[in-house]
């Protein structure tokens, strides 16, 4: 796995130990399952009607996908 499928998660260990260095927790994220993820999210918003849960749903989906593609482009715009 290359660099840009790791992927950084948690939060301070402790409030009262974070100083200037900050401890993180790292999960290797594999572009396989970011793809999965992603690909579920697109059928999950063609299922909805709401546009309100639409633009959740593609935050989501666009927040998935920055996991491991550090683009900023919109993921849907490429299913497209």
């Not at 790791?6 to 399952?33: C, L």
């Amino acid at each position: 796995m290359s660099a840009g499928d790791i992927h950084r998660i948690g939060e301070h260990k402790e409030a009262e130990a974070v100083s200037d260095t900050q401890d993180f927790e790292y999960e290797e994220v594999s572009s396989d399952e970011v793809d999965n993820v992603v690909a579920a999210l697109e059928n999950l918003s063609e299922t909805v009607t709401s546009e309100a849960i639409k633009d959740l749903l593609e935050e989501c989906l666009n927040s998935v996908y920055c996991l491991v593609y550090e683009d900023d482009d919109e993921v849907s715009s490429e299913a497209a």
